[in-house]
C-alpha cells in the first residue's frame, strides 16, 4: 500500500509539529507534512506505464497519467512556499525578541 | 449582464490591494481613500446581489468559458449573496473605522494591501464553486491574517501569529488532503459534480474518513472548542479593526460557512455529523462563556467570547431543520455585526486610554459618550436582551432546539446565555460606569470616523430584529437557509442553471 | 552573512565561478518561462530560477552588488506590475464574454507563438514570483538579529 | 514501481531523522534530504513539471531555513517533559492511520485512476488551448483561476513577511518615522 506510506511520512509531519518545543522544528513539521500531501497528489494522479502529459509533434498518444492533480500540485507547492517564507520570518522576529527558539521559553501569552 | 457581477467580487478587491501596494507607498492619502471606496463598491455589489438572486435563481458562472467539471464555476446563490452581505458590511465598516485606528502603526499601506486581500480570499471561498479553488482562496484568507496578527510587531503579537499560522498549517493540511481523497474517489473537484458522483456511490467508510478530515480543518479554522487554543491568543494580538475582522466574519466565511456548504451540499448530511457539530457547539458555548469569566484583559474576554458565541451558530446549523438553520444564519448575521461593534469599541478604548485592562479603566461613559453607549447596545444584544437582534436569534436557536426534542441543548443554551450576560455585565460594570480614575482624566473621544462606524454598527444591532419581518425574512434568511435545507439538490440546481 | 571583511562576500575562487554561472543560470531561467507552455516548466519554476540567480550574486559578492542590480524598492515594484498584468488579463477575458477567457489567437501548435494567453500569463507570473521571492529573501538578509536579552 | 517504494523509504527515514535529530542544521539538512527525494519521486511519477518546480523551491527553502537557524546557539532540547504529549500524539496517530487504512481501500487502485473529468484535458487540451504541455493548459487555461489565486498567495505571504520585518510596528505619540523603517 503505497497510499498508507505516503501518510505515514504525514504522520510523521504532525507527530513533529505537535510533540516538537522548537520553533524551527515546528517549521520543519510543517514542510514534511506539506511534502507528503503533494506526494498523495501525485500518486493519486499516476497510471500505470503512463507518459508525461506533454504532447511532442507527430505522436498519438494514449497512455497519459493525469495532468490534473499535477497542476493542483504545483499550485500546493507554491502556496508550500509562500507559508514558509511567512512563518520563518515571524520565527526569527521571535529569536530578535527572545533570544531563543525553545518555546517552553517563550511564554508572554497565558495560553 | 448580471452575471458579469460575479467575479468582481474577487477581482474588485484583488485590484485594489496590488494597486495600493503599488503606489500607496508614494501617494500619502491614497491607501485610505481607494480602500473605502474599494470596500465601498463591493457593499453595494453585494446588495444588489439580493435580488439578482431572487430574480434569476442560482447563477453559476462559467470562469474561461469552460463548462463546470472541466473548468472552475462560480456560483451565486442565496446563502452565498448573504454571507457576501454579512461580509462586506463589516469590512466596509471596519475599513471606515481603521482611517484614524491605523494612524497608531507605521506602513499603513501595507495593512490595507493585506487586508484588501484577505477580504478577497473570503469572498472567493464564498463565491467559488469548486473544492480546490475554495482551498487556495482559503489560503488567502488565512495568510494575511497571520500576517495581520503580527501587525504590530510586538512579542506577544509574533508568538499570537505563530501559534495561529502553526494551528492553520495543520487545518490548512487537513483540508488538502481530504480535498486529494475525495478528487481520488470521484475524479472530479466541482462540488455539484463531486455531490452527484458520491450520491451514485455507496462507500461509507471514504465519506466518513474525508468528513472526520474536514471536521478537523474547517472546525480549527472556526475554533470549535478542541480545536480552539489559537484564538485567545491570536484575535486579541491583531490590530482593534483586524480582530473585529477575524471575529466577526473571517471566522465564519473559513469555518463555518465551509463547513456548512461541504456538509449539506456535497457530502450530504447525515445523522451522525449532524449531532456531531451539535456536541461540538455546545461544548464551545460552555467552555468559551466560563473562560470569558475569568478574563481581565477586554480583547480576550470577547475573543473567548467569540467562540461561545460560534457554538451557537454551529449548534444552530448542525441540528439540520429549518427553523435551526435560520436561526443559526440569522446567529451569525447578529454576531458579525456586535462582535465587530465590540472590538472596535475595546479598539477605541485602547486608542484613548493606551490599556486593555479592565482593572485599570472606570466611568469612561463620561469621558466617551459615543463609545460607550455603542459598547452597553453591543454587549446588551449579545447577551440576549430584547428587543436587541442578539435576543431574537438566540431565541429562535432554543425554539428550534426544542422543536427538534433536543431538550438538553435548548437548555444549556439558555444558561449559556445568562453566562454571557454576567460577563458582559462585568465589562460594563468595571470599564464603563463607576468612578472615573484619576490617571485617565485626561482623556478624549476617539475621532469622527471611528465614532461613525460604530454608530452604525450599534444601530444594526438595535433593529437587526427586523430582519425577522416576514417580508426581509423572506429575501434574506429564508431563502438562503432553503439552499442549506434542500441540501441534496445542490448539484442539480447548478446544472439546471446551466442549460 | 555578515562578515565583517575587507571585501564583501565569498572567496576568490567562489567569485570566479558564480562570475561564470550566474549568466547561464538567468539565460535558463528565462528560458524555462518562455518555454512554458511547451516543455516542463512555467513561470513559476523560471521566476524562482531567475529569483536564485539573484540570491546566488548576493551570497556569492555581498548584498551591495546584488542590490545595485535590482533595488528592492524596483523588485516590489515589479512585483505588483506582475500582479496587475495577470489580473489584467484575467479581465481582458471579459471582451470575450468571460473571466479568464483565453481570446488570443490560439497559434499552430508547438509553435513558439501558440497558446493565446498561456505564454503571457506565463511571463507576469514570473515577474511577479522573482521579484517578489527575491524581496523577501533581500528582507531577511538586512534583517540584522539584534537580540535583547532580558 | 520497485524504485518508488524504496524511494518512500528513503523519504520516510531522512523526515525520522530531521525530526528527531539535536542539531537543528542537520535537521534542515535532513529535511532538505527529504525534499530532493520527494522532487526524484515526481520524475518516477511522470510529472517533470513538478520535478523542476520541488527542486527550485526546494533549494529557496533550504536556503531561507538555514538562514534561520545559522550561527544561532540552541541549547540542546530537553525531553522528559515531551514523553506524555508523545504518547497522546501517538494514540492519535495511530487511530487516524486505522481509520485511513479502511478510507484508502475504497480508492480506486493505484496506478488506475478514474480521469473521468481530466480525460477530457488529455483528448481536447492540445486542440483548445494550443498549448504542447497538458499541465500548462490545465493551470493557465481550464484552471487559470486557480493560478490567479495562487499567485495572490505569493503575493500575500511577499507582503506580509516585509510587513513583519518592519523594525517599528507601532508610532510613539507624535513621532515620526523615516520611510526605511516601514
Given amino acids: ?111 | ?499 | 552573512m555578515n562578515r565583517k571583511t575587507e571585501e564583501p562576500g565569498m572567496t576568490l575562487i567562489v567569485k570566479t565561478i558564480t562570475r561564470l554561472t550566474v549568466g547561464l543560470i538567468l539565460l535558463y531561467g528565462i528560458y524555462i518561462v518562455t518555454h512554458g507552455h511547451l516543455s516542463p516548466g512555467g513561470g513559476f519554476a523560471g521566476g524562482v530560477i531567475i529569483a536564485l540567480s539573484f540570491i546566488h550574486l548576493m551570497l556569492a559578492f555581498g548584498k551591495d552588488l546584488a542590490l545595485k542590480k535590482l533595488s528592492e524598492n524596483l523588485a516590489s515594484f515589479f512585483e505588483s506590475a506582475g500582479a496587475i498584468m495577470f489580473l489584467t488579463i484575467a479581465l481582458l477575458g471579459f471582451v470575450g464574454g468571460y473571466f479568464f477567457f483565453n481570446l488570443f489567437l490560439k497559434g499552430k501548435p508547438f509553435d513558439f507563438f501558440s497558446a493565446g494567453i498561456i505564454p503571457l500569463c506565463n511571463i507576469a507570473i514570473c515577474l511577479k514570483v522573482g521579484a517578489g521571492l527575491f524581496a523577501v529573501f533581500v528582507a531577511l538578509i538586512l534583517l540584522k538579529i539584534t537580540v535583547k536579552k532580558e | ?182
Fill in chain 1, 1 to 111: 500500500m503505497i497510499y498508507l506510506m505516503c501518510l505515514i511520512l504525514f504522520c510523521i509531519g504532525i507527530y513533529c509539529i505537535l510533540v516538537k518545543k522548537n520553533l524551527i522544528k515546528i517549521i520543519i513539521g510543517i514542510g514534511i507534512v506539506e511534502y507528503a500531501v503533494n506526494l498523495f497528489f501525485a500518486l493519486v494522479g499516476y497510471r500505470v506505464h503512463g507518459r508525461a502529459p506533454i504532447l511532442a509533434k507527430d505522436q498519438v498518444v494514449q497512455n497519459m497519467v493525469d495532468p490534473l492533480p499535477q497542476a493542483l500540485v504545483l499550485t500546493a507547492i507554491v502556496i508550500g512556499l509562500a507559508v514558509t517564507a511567512l512563518i520563518v520570518a515571524i520565527a526569527m522576529r521571535i529569536y530578535e525578541k527572545y533570544g531563543t527558539f525553545d518555546i517552553t521559553k517563550i511564554k508572554k501569552l497565558k495560553g
Fill in chain 2, 1 to 499: 449582464m448580471g452575471s458579469n457581477l460575479l467575479p468582481l467580487f474577487v477581482a474588485i478587491p484583488l485590484g485594489s490591494a496590488f494597486l495600493v501596494s503599488l503606489l500607496g507607498k508614494k501617494l500619502r492619502g491614497f491607501p485610505d481613500t481607494f480602500s473605502n471606496l474599494a470596500t465601498f463598491s463591493l457593499f453595494t455589489l453585494s446588495l444588489l446581489s439580493l435580488p439578482l438572486t431572487k430574480q434569476l435563481g442560482t447563477i453559476v458562472y462559467k470562469v474561461g468559458g469552460w463548462i463546470p467539471p472541466i473548468g472552475i464555476c462560480m456560483v451565486l446563490d442565496s446563502l452565498t449573496s448573504f454571507m457576501l452581505v454579512t461580509i462586506n458590511l463589516v469590512a466596509f465598516l471596519v475599513t471606515i473605522y481603521s482611517i484614524n485606528y491605523m494612524e497608531k502603526y507605521t506602513a499603513k499601506w501595507k495593512f490595507y494591501t493585506l487586508f484588501l486581500l484577505m477580504l478577497a480570499g473570503m469572498n472567493g471561498i464564498v463565491v467559488t464553486g469548486d473544492m480546490f479553488n475554495l482551498f487556495v482562496f482559503l489560503e488567502i484568507g488565512a495568510i494575511s491574517s497571520y500576517a495581520l496578527v503580527a501587525f504590530g510587531v510586538e512579542q506577544e503579537e509574533l508568538e499570537a501569529s505563530f501559534k495561529y499560522m502553526v494551528m492553520g498549517s495543520i487545518a490548512s493540511s487537513f483540508i488538502l488532503l481530504g480535498i486529494a481523497l475525495l478528487y481520488s474517489y470521484t475524479s472530479s473537484l466541482n462540488m455539484a459534480d463531486i455531490s452527484r458522483t458520491l450520491a451514485q456511490k455507496v462507500g461509507g467508510r471514504l465519506v466518513f474518513f474525508v468528513s472526520a478530515l474536514f471536521i478537523m480543518g474547517f472546525g480549527l479554522k472556526a475554533a470549535l472548542v478542541p480545536f480552539h487554543a489559537w484564538l485567545p491568543d491570536a484575535h486579541p494580538s491583531a490590530p482593534a479593526p483586524i480582530s473585529a475582522m477575524l471575529s466577526g466574519v473571517l471566522i465564519k466565511a473559513l469555518g463555518v460557512y465551509a463547513l456548512a456548504r461541504i456538509f449539506f451540499n456535497v457530502l450530504g448530511m447525515t445523522a451522525k455529523t449532524s449531532s456531531i457539530l451539535m456536541v461540538l457547539g455546545t461544548i464551545s458555548m460552555v467552555l468559551g462563556g466560563l473562560l470569558a469569566l475569568g478574563q481581565e484583559d477586554i480583547k480576550r474576554l470577547f475573543a473567548y467570547s467569540s467562540i461561545s458565541q460560534i457554538g451557537y451558530v454551529v449548534l444552530g446549523i448542525g441540528m439540520g431543520t429549518t427553523l435551526g438553520i435560520l436561526a443559526g444564519l440569522f446567529h451569525l448575521f447578529n454576531h458579525a455585526v456586535f462582535k465587530s461593534l465590540l472590538f472596535l469599541n475595546s479598539g477605541s478604548i485602547e486608542y484613548s486610554t493606551g490599556t486593555r485592562d479592565l482593572r485599570k479603566m472606570g466611568g469612561l461613559t463620561s469621558k466617551m459618550p459615543v463609545t460607550g453607549y455603542s459598547c452597553l447596545v453591543g454587549s446588551m444584544s449579545i447577551s440576549g436582551i430584547p428587543p436587541l437582534s442578539g435576543f431574537w436569534s438566540k431565541l429562535l436557536i432554543v425554539v428550534a432546539a426544542i422543536q427538534a426534542k433536543h431538550f438538553i441543548f435548548a437548555s444549556i443554551a439558555v444558561l449559556v446565555s445568562i453566562l454571557t450576560l454576567a460577563y458582559y455585565l462585568k465589562v460594563q460594570r468595571l470599564a464603563f460606569f463607576g468612578e472615573l480614575r484619576s490617571s485617565l482624566t485626561g482623556i478624549k473621544e476617539v475621532p469622527l470616523t471611528m465614532k461613525l462606524s460604530m454608530i452604525i454598527l450599534s444601530l444594526i444591532c438595535i433593529f437587526g430584529g427586523l430582519i425577522l419581518v416576514p417580508g426581509v425574512q423572506k429575501n434574506f434568511l429564508n431563502l438562503a437557509t432553503a439552499v442549506l435545507v434542500n441540501g441534496n439538490n445542490y448539484a442539480q440546481t447548478i446544472f439546471g442553471s446551466m442549460k
Fill in chain 4, 1 to 182: 514501481m520497485f524504485e518508488l517504494y524504496v524511494l518512500l523509504l528513503f523519504m520516510i527515514l531522512g523526515a525520522i531523522i530531521a525530526v528527531e535529530i539535536k542539531d537543528l542544521l542537520s535537521s534542515v539538512v535532513a529535511v532538505g534530504a527529504v525534499g530532493l527525494g520527494l522532487s526524484v519521486a515526481f520524475l518516477i511519477l511522470k510529472a517533470p513539471d513538478l520535478a523542476i518546480t520541488q527542486l527550485v523551491v526546494e533549494i529557496l527553502c533550504l536556503i531561507i531555513l538555514i538562514r534561520a537557524t545559522i550561527k544561532r546557539d540552541i541549547p540542546p532540547v530537553n525531553r522528559q517533559k515531551e514523553i506524555a504529549n508523545a504518547i497522546a500524539v501517538l494514540l492519535f496517530i495511530g487511530g487516524f492511520l486505522f481509520f485511513a487504512y479502511l478510507a484508502l481501500k475504497d480508492l480506486p487502485p493505484f496506478g488506475h485512476p478514474i480521469m473521468r473529468v481530466s480525460q477530457n484535458y488529455l483528448a481536447e487540451g492540445l486542440k483548445k488551448t494550443g498549448a504542447a504541455n497538458l499541465v500548462a493548459s490545465v493551470i493557465l487555461d481550464f484552471r487559470a483561476y486557480d493560478t490567479l489565486g495562487e499567485a495572490t498567495v505569493l503575493f500575500t505571504a511577499v507582503v506580509g513577511v516585509l510587513a513583519v520585518l518592519r523594525r517599528i510596528g507601532r508610532k510613539k505619540i507624535d513621532e515620526t518615522i523615516k520611510e526605511e523603517d516601514e
